[in-house]
């Protein structure tokens, strides 16, 4: 009723005519207000009730709505400041945005709806104007190279469902704004540089399915609110720097499929009530420190799951046979954990099986058919990758080995103890890319049948029992990138068929018996980047000029052989070189001076060789030099003091008698040779009486029983061993070898290749003080030899079979124990009975002798700081020998115008042992 009197009223033009003229005839300021009040409010109702004016507004306010959608987009585009593939170039103002490339609008209003920019590469950063998209519902920036931060102003997108912002490098937190999108459904930040801690308002976005934050950098703990978020599908924090316990609560997860929490902080157990989640399809929290034990009931309380992923925590306990329940499971990896027991059964049930890995445990079998298990994967037709190495499993390798998939890619049996030969069957692997049997105790003979797998990109045998010749059959495998037979007893020469190696990026032969020149062919191999180890071999020959082919190898050993001649100039061509061994061969002539242009290079070893010659001063350009090692050979001249030899505490040049550190020393050397006669005269009498001096001093320490050896004596008590041999000699550092435990690590009883006798002392690296334990040791014991002191046979420092560092001193064994076993009475002789009078006195002379030598003969005085009874050993004739310099001092000699020598370093050695002061 009251439309049908106002609207014909307002609607006639002469309503606003006779308006106007009675505003202006008003002269009175507050009703003219009053009057403009009256005049908006009626033109608002005339346009609210006027039927024909309706659409017009309608228009007007969307035109102004793509306006602003187009000036938010056009904003995004301004910051874009790369754009390879001129995606962009269709935004412009000439244009509707609906027509622009990557955007999608609402059919009926023109309104944008989607923006897809993923996949770009563009560069950049997020316009906050992307708050103005009022009506957005999906934004995919995945995929591109945007920086800075994500803007507040995300927040005003409440229609947003999807938001993708994976793999780029966004930085900040993550804004606390983008709670306010509540229809958000899928929110993805995975692989960005994201940091902060993760906001727990997150948890009231109620219709969250995806919720993805892996690689990034966010810190702090899992809030358990997320398990609020009963619509959450998957949940991936994985590869973060988040910390504590995984939330009890998530056991309150209905509708989970996947759960990814690897590469965290994580520790304590795994809740319980996480394995309660039976719509689990994907469970992963490996690289954590998680332990415990994992239920053996865990594949019945998951039904559904696919990929099963522990590895690398300290979870205890068998594996889980319920596991090989799962028939459609496709993922098993419970690698690097401590894991017992044996492999349970049920293997043949997992015909969906594509990765069993459960390397690196405490797994075992034993008896020739203790391996097996292997054929129960026969049935697994899809298995691409199989991992049982670096356990305690012992048996032959089945012959039936070959009939397992015609996927299998990568199969590795390292580190076990794995004997008998290599079967003939794994020929039919066609599609193994890697095959790693190192660290056991195969023996036999390469089989030929390896030439046939070729596809093979990675052949690890090394540290075996293997025989014969390297079979020329390898040269088929012309993929091979990496080849390592390493610590066996191969021996002939190296087959020239590895000329095939074209993608060759590392060869480690060494420690074998290979004999012969090595073939021209070996140093064509310009793919060779990584390594060259022919090491400890009997090889002969020379460096042909040749050796220029191999300009991008990282590190080449050629030391412990038998080369000769003189080393070619061409090596200055290796511009990638970094590490260069060459020790202990027979190479003469001169240092070539082109080795000064590989600016690269930090460590070179030309030592215990016949090189001649001054040392270029070429070198001094090496300044990434660590360690220059030139000791006995032939060198003469002036040693250089600028550049790499500035520091000498890297340089090593003992046992070059010609060689001079000073301009004095040249100069008087010149003298002698301009003046032949008066130095032959005088060198003969200095002969004489030195001759004399010596034939007294040795007559004297002879009677003493104090001889010092020749430095390059020394030079030979210590061969080198590398880590291979010492797990060979131990049985893999077996715990029936383990003979003692100190304060900073394991003494194991081995046997090495030439049948002798060692104690391996372990050290533990992540101790405390143990480093510097192994340095005290080595620096008093590398110039000490005394009937009363333990031999030290060698060191070693290298990288055990799970990467980590490894340290070990070699020592001469002692076979009857310590002064503290007899004194106890836990050591015996034969008889059952101690130590009598006369052996008690014997042992305190033999210990007061040891410390005299310390004291008084060495070149420095060493002050052993940790004396006891533990620490004094027997040998076979029950001769008392001192051990365990770990905590030895060295003390220098003071010069006429120093101060006495004092030690402050507060109290040393052992609990319940002082040494005196």
Known sequence: MYDNLIVPWLSYPIFFRLFSSFSSALRNQKVMALALRFRCVAVLVFLLSSPRALPVVKVEAAALDLFTDKEALLSLKSQVTTDPSNTLSSWNNNSSPCNWTRVSCNQMNQRVIGLDLSGLRLTGSISPNIGNL???????????????????QIGALSRLSVLNISFNSINGPIPLNITKCLNLQILDLMQNEISGAIP?????????????????????TISPSFANISSLLTLNLATNNLGGMIPDDFGRFENLKHLDLSINNLTGNVPLSLYNISSLVFLAVASNQLRGEIPVDVGDRLPNLLNFNFCINKFSGSIPWSLHNLTNIQSIRMAHNLLSGYVPSGLRNLPELQMYNIGYNQIKSSGDEGLNFLTSFINSSYLNFLAIDGNLLEGLIPESIGNLSGSLRSLYLGGNRIYGRIPTSIRHLRSLAL??????????????????????????????????????????????????????????????????????????????????????????????????????NQLTGSLPQEIKGLENVAAADFSHNHL????????????????????????????????????????????????SGIIPNNLENLQALHLLNLSFNDLEGLLPKEGAFINLSRIHVEGNSKLCLDLTCWNNQHRKRTSTAIYIVIASIATVAVCSVIAVLLCVRKRKGKIMPRADSIKLQHPTI????????????????????????????????????????????????????????????????????????????????????????????????????????????????????????????????????????????????????????????????????????????????????????????????IPPG
């Not at 009022?134 to 507040?152: A, E, W």
């Not at 399915?209 to 966010?218: Q, R, S, T, V």
């Not at 014997?842 to 030598?853: E, G, L, M, P, S």
């Open 134 to 152: 009022s009506l957005l519902r999906s934004l995919h920036l995945q995929g591109n190279q945007f920086t800075g931060v994500i803007p507040d």
């Open 435 to 536: 095959l790693n049997i190192s660290y056991n105790y195969v023996s036999g003979e390469i089989p030929p049948e390896i030439g046939e797998l070729t596809n093979l990109q990675e052949l690890h045998l090394a540290a075996n029992k293997i025989s014969g010749r390297i079979p020329n059959s390898l040269g088929k495998l012309q993929k091979l990138n990496k080849i390592d037979l390493s610590a066996n007893d191969l021996v002939g020469s190296l087959p020239t068929t590895f000329v095939n190696f074209q993608k060759l990026v590392s060869m480690d032969l060494s420690s074998n018996s290979l004999s012969g020149s090595i073939p021209k062919e070996i140093f064509s191999l310009s793919s060779l980047s990584a390594t060259l180890n022919l090491s400890s």
């Open 722 to 913: 590398t880590y291979r041999e010492l797990r060979k000699a131990t049985g893999s550092f077996d715990t029936g070898n383990l003979i003692g435990k100190g304060s900073f690590g394991s003494v194991y009883k081995g046997e090495l290749g030439d049948g002798t006798v060692v104690a391996v002392k372990v050290l533990d690296i992540e101790k405390y003080g143990s480093w510097k334990s192994f340095l005290a040791e080595c620096e008093a014991l590398k110039n000490v030899r005394h009937r009363n002191l333990i031999k030290l046979v060698t060191s070693c420092s290298s990288i055990d079979v799970k990467g980590f560092q490894f340290v070990a001193l070699v020592y001469d064994y002692m076979h009857n124990g310590s002064l503290e076993e007899w004194i106890k009475g836990s050591k015996r002789r034969l008889d059952g009975g101690l130590l009598n009078i006369l052996e008690r006195l014997n042992v305190a002379i033999d210990v007061a002798c040891a410390v005299d030598y310390l004291h008084h003969d060495c070149e420095i005085p060493v002050v052993h700081c940790d004396l006891k009874p533990s620490n004094v050993l027997f040998d076979k004739d029950m001769t008392a020998k001192v051990g365990d310099f770990g905590l030895a001092k060295l003390l220098a000699e003071r010069g006429a115008d120093q101060q006495p020598i004092t030690c402050t370093g507060g109290l040393r050695g052992s609990i319940g042992y």
């Open 200 to 220: 727990e308002e997150l948890s009231s976005l109620k219709s969250l399915e995806i919720l993805n934050l892996g690689g990034n950098k966010l810190w702090g």
């Open 564 to 611: 000769s001649g003189s080393i070619p100039d061409s090596i200055g061509s290796w511009k990638s070189l970094e590490r260069l061994f060459m020790e202990n061969n027979m190479f003469s002539g001169v240092i070539p001076a082109t080795l000064g242009d590989v600016k690269g290079l930090e460590i070179l070893d030309l030592s215990s060789n016949q090189i």
